[in-house]
């Protein structure tokens, strides 16, 4: 668990309009400019080259050497606006379908990407876009083309009427965990509700289970042809790879497809709203919520970028309009964003959490009042300045990365897609320097002034949800001559399969180099210089049986007022220097965080020795963290799939155990309630004192550089008398007799299953071969539990096993959320694969043990892109007392990993003791998991406690 000041709030992806910052930062008024670095601010870019196919598909191409890997996005220009009626969700449900293999790969297409070693393969759809995404080691680019032009070129014959099927079991189970959680309706509701009906935003991704369930093959088939062409499409690759080489192989590889017929799209229009909407929306949530909307400027145009600044000022960051009203100074809510998302018809949006007792009118009314503020009077000068400094922070941020969510390779597709400019990041990045208050002022007025819709969630029973047909006339689509396309002659021999490399790329883990402050922490540093970046994380020794709670409150507290900074002070100085500073909280440890500019490092650092040396723990402050820790737990007891993760390790160890709490970090909702102000005040004492701290540092800068602005605000800092003892209990205690916990949550649209036991430590010398074991029975979605319950049955959206990494022994799980009229076959299921696995007629085999094996090596070679991936490691390094060279050693060992001690490893696995964890309606799920005979059945509630018989169950209401 962490807690973060000075980061930028994202909605919808907003940093991909971000680019090129070079602007100052801590200038906007003189008190600020006398802190500012002398160093001006460097300017951050993209470059890239294009070029199209004669077929039409367009390629960028960005060369970043850092790491041997390349980031491969493919965006198709057709989301679930273009679906007419009758066919809504289908563009979702092609999502699910390009997983499932081509003509000439005859198999899930997660196999060979997982054989290479990629990471990152995901795909997302949105109202007006579908991408595809994956990060392979460079020798293996040739497979990724091969694999992703398969299923543009090819796929049509792999699809059969089972995979349809299936698919459709998987969609509408992912429906249902997306709309079992808490506040789980809001989005599909707001759309409806901010857009007429016809309106192409007016249906969710999801659609209508109707359309899905009446589609036919063919219906499929004529959907594929007409929207998934090369000349629809959108290929970036950015990484470790050239434009010469790029061309050559996406020539190959693409361009023998044809194009798709040119089809003109609907057009996109804001929907102005003339007037104020309301609606209420009863759901099963813990606090009430209020949600304002306003349809406002496509992205690309200057207002859409100004809006985003403005957002950024109403509820951004800590110290925004919002957030000093209605969290500091009314209290009101427990927390509060404003983020604008961007798209051809974008929207800006309020979210407040209501706080606990507070009418949410109240609310409303607060936030009415700050608007007409702004709208009468503007944002000030320093307000503009600290909001330009957190954004260009966000961005280069986010940049580190070639792929992923929100990389580079994003930002590129983004703007080439919905802009026709691979560079449109620049011009945003201008019109963001360049805004200045008038702007503001005018285009708030313009957008904000009226038409907004106003949706408030009370807890409460949930609402039913009503699916709606789209009108006859919702979207059409003409198809239109357009431009004339080619297609070249087939480039590659299908017939032999995926393209596998004969090489990979060897690991390439950056040089440590280790000094010491004056006031006994060690400092080591990863030199990273890609990027003007540099992160810093203090580790501390934390005792995992203290009280729960306390050190999440403690470290998330240090950020909340230090020095001469109160809470909102301290918020301001962070975003002006764009600076990120945080603590996060791990099962004996604590970490304290820093991700700074390097232009504004010396200021930076300043304020990061602040909140260690010199948090306040005021009173008011700690208020309101409780308020807002409490609201978040009382949110995952009413979220069935965090309840049932988030009591596993209690029932495992025991209630009573010293342990029972310490996977659980935020505590408990009595636990937080108790604590006091002394408590925080002994805790910093007592463990975050630097003679017992590591600073890891990662970026861009030197020794020679850093040392002397860690020792001007760092050196002479000392800690104060006894230092207590570090008590780490690594033994494995004896696995318990079977159990099944039953939690109830009436209404549950799915249940949550949660099943597994106590594994040794990460220490132990088997950990390799027990990570393995685990990959091929439920740690991948190609692994044999998935495989079994999504892939085969459709009963769970997605099925996966993991082991906590902790210094004492730790829990192994499997968590499947199923839909509820197969709970009980599902659960047996897991049993079976367990059992037979584990110490039955079905061991891991030798071809599912080189696999991920082989797969967790080779994703090594690519796996420290980032600072935070390498501050990480170097951080488990020092947690766990390993050697410097742990990365490559860890690489050499799993090479040598075999099927014996794979096996062996799994063997630790005990189908007739494992503890269950079932969260779901029990007047539907009680009987048929009692009739099973696993074990021991409990009824228990929210907190793990036992009720009687005859008491009232319920614990998914989130109360208690």
């Not at 220009?77 to 293999?101: I, K």
């Not at 696995?735 to 597994?756: I, K, N």
């Amino acid at each position: 668990m962490g807690a973060f000041v000075g980061r930028a709030k994202r909605w919808l992806g907003t940093a991909l309009a971000l680019g090129a910052f070079s602007l100052p930062v801590g200038a906007s008024n003189p008190e600020a400019a006398s802190h500012a670095s002398a160093a001006a601010p460097q300017a951050v870019d993209i470059p890239f080259e294009r070029f199209t196919l004669p077929n039409g598909l367009r390629v960028i191409v960005h060369t970043d050497r850092k790491a041997p890997i390349v980031a491969v996005h493919l965006w198709y220009q057709v989301g679930s606006g273009d679906e007419p009626a009758g066919r809504t969700g289908f563009a979702h449900l092609f999502e699910h379908l390009m997983f499932r293999g081509t003509e000439h790969y005859r198999d899930a297409y997660y196999g060979p990407l997982q054989r290479v070693g990629a990471t990152d393969v995901n795909a997302t759809v949105t109202p007006e876009r579908t991408n595809y995404m994956q990060v392979v080691p460079s020798t293996a680019l040739d497979l990724a083309l091969w694999m992703e032009s398969d299923r543009m070129g090819h796929l049509l014959g792999a699809i059969d009427q089972k995979a349809l099927d299936t698919e459709r079991g998987i969609v509408e189970n992912e429906k249902l965990q997306r709309r079992g959680v808490p506040y789980g309706l809001v989005w599909e509701q707001l759309s409806r509700s901010s857009y007429p009906p016809g309106h192409p935003y007016h249906h969710s991704t999801f659609g209508s289970a109707r359309d899905l369930q009446a589609a036919t093959l063919a219906d499929v088939q004529d959907w594929f042809r007409t929207w998934y062409g090369p000349n629809n499409a959108v290929l970036v690759l950015s990484g470790d790879v050239g434009v010469e080489e790029a061309r050559k192989k996406v020539e190959s590889y693409f361009g023998h497809i044809p194009s798709a017929p040119d089809v003109a799209r609907s057009s996109v229009d804001v929907a102005n709203r003339a007037s104020t909407t309301r609606e209420t929306l009863s759901d099963q949530v813990p606090q009430a919520r209020v949600h304002r909307t306003w349809n406002i400027a496509a992205r690309g145009t200057p207002d859409f970028d100004q809006l985003r600044v403005l957002a950024y000022i109403l509820g951004g960051g800590n110290a925004s309009r919002l957030g000093k009203r209605l969290v500091h100074s009314d209290q009101l809510a427990t927390d509060v964003t404003a983020e604008a998302g961007g798209q051809l018809g974008s929207r800006l949006m309020i979210v407040a959490n209501v706080r606990d007792g507070v009418d949410p009118s109240a609310v409303e009314t607060a936030i009415e009042v700050e608007l007409q503020r702004l709208l009468k009077d503007g944002p000030t000068l320093d307000e503009v300045q600290r909001a330009r400094a957190a954004m260009r922070a966000e961005f280069v941020k986010s940049i580190e990365r070639n792929g992923g969510m929100d990389g580079k390779a994003e930002v590129l597709a983004a703007c080439e897609a919905f802009e026709g400019d691979a560079g449109c990041y620049r011009r945003s990045a201008d019109v963001v320097a360049s805004a200045t208050p008038d702007q503001l002022v005018r285009v708030a007025r313009r957008w904000l002034g009226q038409g907004d819709h106003i949706l408030t969630v009370i807890p409460g029973a949930r609402a039913a949800f009503a699916e709606e047909a789209e009108p006859a006339d919702a979207v059409s689509h003409a198809q239109s001559p357009g431009k004339t396309h080619r297609a070249a002659a087939p480039g590659v021999d299908r017939s032999a399969g995926p393209p596998f490399p004969e090489s990979y790329p060897e690991l390439r883990f950056p040089a440590i180099e280790r000094a010491a402050l004056s006031n006994g922490t060690h400092v080591i540093l990863a030199r990273r210089e890609d990027v003007p970046l540099v992160r810093m994380s203090y580790q501390f020794p934390v005792d995992p049986a203290a009280t729960a709670g306390l050190a999440d409150m403690a470290f998330s507290m240090l950020a909340e007022g230090a020095g001469d900074y109160d809470a909102l002070t301290f918020a301001a100085r962070a975003e002006s220097l764009g600076a990120e500073l945080g603590s996060s909280v791990d099962v004996g440890s604590g970490a304290v965080t820093l991700v700074g500019l390097r232009d504004t490092l010396d200021d930076s650092v300043a304020l990061y020795a602040d909140m260690l040396r010199r948090p306040r723990f005021e009173p008011a402050a700690m208020d309101r963290m409780r308020a807002a820790k409490v609201g978040a737990l009382r949110e995952e007891a009413a979220n069935p799939q965090r309840l049932a993760t988030s009591l596993f390790p209690a029932l495992l160890y025991g209630l009573d155990h010293p342990y029972a709490q310490a996977f659980n970090a935020p505590g408990t909702v009595a636990s937080v309630e108790a604590l006091r102000r002394d408590d925080l005040v002994e805790f910093h004492r007592a463990w975050i004192r630097p003679e017992r701290g590591t600073l890891v540092v990662v970026g861009d800068t030197t020794l020679h550089e850093l040392i002397p602005v860690l020792e001007r605000h760092l050196g002479d800092w000392r800690g104060s008398g006894g230092i207590p003892e570090v008590r780490i209990d690594d033994r494995l205690p004896a696995q318990a007799r079977p159990r099944v916990y039953l939690v109830d949550s009436p209404g549950a649209l799915q249940a949550t299953l949660v099943a597994g036991q106590l594994v040794a430590p990460s220490s132990d010398p088997r950990t390799l071969a027990f990570e393995v074991a685990n990959s091929v029975l439920g740690g991948s979605p190609s692994a044999r539990l998935n495989m079994n319950l999504r892939e085969a049955k459709g009963w769970s959206y997605g099925v996966i096993s993991s082991a906590a990494n902790a210094p004492i022994a730790r829990p192994w799980r499997v968590v499947a959320p199923v839909q509820s009229d197969r709970v009980a076959e599902a659960m047996a299921e897991i049993h079976r694969e367990i059992a037979e696995y584990a110490s039955g007629p079905a061991p891991a085999r030798q071809d599912e043990v080189a696999r991920f094996r082989d797969s967790q090596v080779r994703r090594l070679a690519g796996g420290f892109e980032t600072r935070e991936a390498v501050a990480s490691e170097i951080a488990d390094i020092v947690r766990f007392d390993r050697p410097e060279d742990w990365t490559t050693q860890r690489s050499s060992a799993l090479r040598q990993l075999d099927l014996n001690e794979v096996r062996a490893a799994a063997a630790a696995l005990d189908a007739s003791k494992l503890t269950w964890v079932v969260v779901g309606d029990l007047s539907r799920v009680e009987a048929p998991v009692r009739a099973m005979g696993l074990g021991e059945v409990i009824v228990i509630d929210s907190q793990g406690a036992p009720l009687q018989p005859g008491k009232a169950r319920s614990g998914g209401s989130g109360v208690n």
